[in-house]
């Protein structure tokens, strides 16, 4: 028989044996299929939303063929194809001034240009100022069309008239209203149109001619244009030549076609790559994690099938079949149901991926691009589910051409005595798994991927000691009542089912036991190193001068607008910088003569404004945690004309040397006042994140620093409700304000939500492998279950039966996973709660037991419950009828 | 006929029907038929007879199309599922062809099983169960399992589950049919001397030479009892008290 | 049936008189076959003749004695080593009375064949009593009834056959019936 025609065969029973058996057909389709569909719509979601390359040309360049931006003044720049994957300046010897649009022009081939500003504007809304994209250009100009989609009204015709986005009228405007820009200087257009942008869906955006908005006439970069190109493709020679004059341009034509990588500038060529080895590594670590949960999913399943043939298979030995012939029939089941459910997957996701978009692009701030099917990512998403459905099959198939012929031909139904060296690699790959990961835990680099190398590792031995954990469970069984020992017993009987099915649960609950593990140790080093700023309840506002001085007064009115109740405290401190073009000042603090440690604070933060604060009024005032005793003496020293300052370091001083550095703006140049005063110092624990010291007026007079109102304490209790009125009054006040109210720890939503992903993943994952096993497990025990009815079962003995053999896998599965789960999830709290300064240093290990005990012990009833309550209660009749 | 009380299984006008319409098949047409207390009977019939739907009728695994079959006085149709599930568990017990013992059990937890599921403590449990199993002389292989047996001595502990906890309907399919003829007539003298010892047994065979162990032969044809030897009662009931 | 062979082999065993053999053949066989005395004396006498056994004189009660010659131990040694011939079926009245009622219009072949089988079937079971109690007993005699169980079980089966053909035949040809039932018959004998 040659090669071909015996794999025709082989598919061919393959294929009968599926129409025949449709209810495990079915089974398998969907472990194999559902995947695959989840796999194929996110990547085709994933491609459609995801705008790159040529896709991203129309919104960015409109109708032009290039757009050219200045990035320095004047010196040459490099950049990649597309200059959004990179671009940077190089050397410094350049013209200094930007490029002319005629000098632009003419590295471009004498293009014609449209002059174009991009920058945010702020605008004034119904809930305070509104950051909002503004673009100046002429939008009826050729050149722009597809840059903007005009959905009413008409096109800007003047400098007075501007279009905005639908997210912007949501924000309280009307078409014929005046926008209300609040930057200093700016025009008061109105909105004569609506034009969405062909890229963001939900952010605000405005759109008008030159001068419109007011962005052209910023100074310095902010005003320096770009410019749409047109008039023919701009090749990647005038790329370069208009990079020689500090401008990059995005070119249609070299991103629809780029030229070959190698001729991309020198400085550009190594960019980017790093990553990518350890990209790799995570992309196949969990294409393996993943194809071994389904292969173990999906296992049981050929795993009955091949049971089911036994008596065919043995036949076919009888009278000289190969054992590789039995095989291929027992594979060739894996690969029409793998092919079948990878092309269903493939169709069945696609569609999905249709009917979600629109779904989706709700959600979206951006518009998505065109429908995208990445037909060779889904050849190989097909391919994993056909590879999946034939590994599955594998071992079964192994197993079924090494069955003991006569044994099955006399109806004997069990599987043959577990080898001693599956256990053996079992250990041994344990063992590998266990010294990787402790080798990751202790290396001070990526050590995350050789855990989660190792994981896998370990998760495959645990695989191997799988049947001898199962038959260990049947031997300890026969003290239990009856169901589950038969459950336990019948399981280990039938290891190439069972194992599958435990393996899946097992791993599942190992990685959700790893995962849980790692992220609770990561909230826990996120608890223990919390530092409050402020008592628990405060408030305090802080604003830094980016335009103009602060005005605490329109500050502080905001904030008793909102807060009648609250007791305001003004904090003085140091102003390190009170307008954008003044000065600007830092104080460092030395203990005279102590060269080692140098520092005081290890850490020290301005949550009041100033990391410096000035006055006696501050330690009677504000709350600063310090012994009565030492405030007394704080208050003496600050009285004295001293100095109280901070130290986590330990540092003992009488005398400190106080040095204040001064910049003048756009200088380099420095000058340095010195001076020393007698000091008082005041430990406190590591992590502080408290002001560096308290300077008595006097000492600040004679440094000649700059005193003044640098926050304002608000006393408590405040809701959350009133932190977020007071935080819009004060951005409608000073967009540069804030407004922070300490309510202690809060635990990232996202650890919540990962935990309960995680448990809800866990559970989906262990509710699937325990049914398929347990249903498979029923059908196959059709003959016991008649012999059951006969010697008197009640129809209630089948749900019994079901729901321990639930249990049982699920138990036996999960106990199994999180021990091995615990491995990789311990060693990975080493690299990752591992703080790089003093403060947060050391080791967080904080393990989820509530979780694990749900995954371990309820997860397992749950399943149970379920398979028990859904478990038909028929018991079939004794199958010999003639 | 016999007295209706006396009678541990009695069948009255019982019919079957299997399928509706043109797939309608008469397993059993009117079958009426008692078994007494001490008394084996045997079903004879070529295949497709009705001879299993007897039996399958007869242990409440199945109901009947009309007619009733009532087990130690107890009409099956009235007790619901869970009543016949019980019956089997006390008072029927079931020996197959192919003995369907469960293989995730041992000989001793089989024997016990119906004990079990009847909520029987354990150890009172296999304690009769080993009593069952020295019964049928295989004593010494109570934690052996099923695959781990000759045929003949999976069937003597089908043998020992069919009878322990003392029932009195025992219900035999073709109990020799997978075995040697030898080994197939000493399960039958086991089923004789159960029922010698007061149990009632109907043993459903196509084979004339088992069918002769019994005190009466029904002959079965497309669902219809045909003939009947032995059928004297008072002669019945004599023989089967006194022994020979 | 050969008397002749069976009282060779039983004085294979040692010299006896006719009275002895007939018992002893009477109890090993379960006195299935009743043997008269004079029988007995007539095959003893061309036994004789024969020269497979000879006349050892009388013993102390008068009985006359025999003893078998060489020529007789080859005799039984060649009896016990040579099949049964069936080249000859048995005039067997059930199988002429069957054939002949089937081609006698107006009997009902159906009854024939229930009445014989109800019959034939009450004597297995008096056979199988007797096994019954002849539990522990003879081997010899146990095994001569299982050959009588499995005679009676095989006409059984015959008349099941029978029936099963003639209810087929019914349904097909009546007319070729009695010469379908003895080609078939005539093919099981030449198969055995």
Redesign the interface.
Known sequence: MSRGTSWRLALRLARRDALRNRGRSILVLVMIALPVLAVTAADVVIQTQDVTGVESLDRRLGSADALVTVEAQGSPVVQFFDPYDGSGTVGDQGTGRPPTAEQVSAALGGARLVETHLGAVNVRTDDGVAIVDGTEVDLRDPLSRGLFDLTAGRWPTGPGEVVVNQALLDQGYARGDVLGLTDDGAPAPTIVGVAESAESRTYPVVAGPIGSLGIADREGDAGQPSWLAGGGPVSWDQVRTANALGATVLSRAVVTDPPPTSELPDEMQGWGGSSDDQMVAVIVLVVVMALLEVVLLAGPAFAVTARRQSRTLALMAATGGTPAQSRRVVIGGGMVLGTVAALAGVVLGIGAARLLLPVLQHWSNTWFGPFDVPWLHLLGIALFGLLSAVLAAVVPAWIASRQDVVAVLA????DKRPSLRSPILGVVLLGIGIAGSAYGATSSSSGEFAIAGSAVVAVIGMIFLVPIVVVGVARLAG?L??SP??AA??AA?HRTRTVPAVAAVAATVAGVVALGIAVTSDEAQNRETYRAELPDGMGSVSAYADEAPVDWTQLRAAVAGKLPDAQLTPVRGIIESSTPDGPSYWLDIKAAGVEEPDRLLDSYGSSWGASTLVGESAMTNLPIDVPEGVRQEALRMLQSGGVVAFTDQGVQADELRLELHRWEADSEDESVERLSVPALMVPVALGNAGPQAILSTQAAKRLGAPVGVSGLLVSGPITRAQESAVSEALTATDTSSSFYVERGYQADNETVIIQLVLAALGGVLMLGGTLTATFLALSDAR??L????????????RRWVAASYALVIGFVGAVLGAAVGFIPGIAVTYPLTNGYSEATAGHYLDVPWLMILGLVVALPLLTALIVGLTARSRLP??S??? | MNAPTSAVLRMDAVTRVHGEGATEVHALRSVSFGVHPGELVAVMGPSGSGKSTLLTLAGGLDSPTSGTVSVEGTDLEGLGAAGRARMRRTSIGYVFQDFNLIPALNAIENVALPLELDGVRTRTARAAARAALDEVGIGDLATRFPDHMSGGQQQRVAIARAVVGDRRLILADEPTGALDSDTGESILRLLRARCDAGAAGVLVTHEARHAAWADRVVFLRDGVVVDETGADSAEVLIDSGTPR | MSVKQALLALLEEGPRYGYQLRAQFEQRTGSTWPLNVGQVYTTLTRLERDGLVVGAGADDEGHVVYRITDDGRDAVAAWFTTPVERTQPPRDELAIKLALAVTVPGVDVGAVIQQQRSATMSALQDYTRLKRQAEGGELSWSLVLDSLVFAAEAEIRWLDHCEARLRRAQIERPETLLDEILTEEADEEARR
Not at chain 1, 411 to 414: K, N, V, Y
Not at chain 1, 786 to 797: D, E
């Open positions: 109806g004997r139904r069990a003290r009542p009856l020992r038969y017993r019948d009987r003959p016991d008649a012999t059951l009815a006969a010697v008197g079962a009640s129809p209630r003995r009749l004794v010999r009828l003639d």
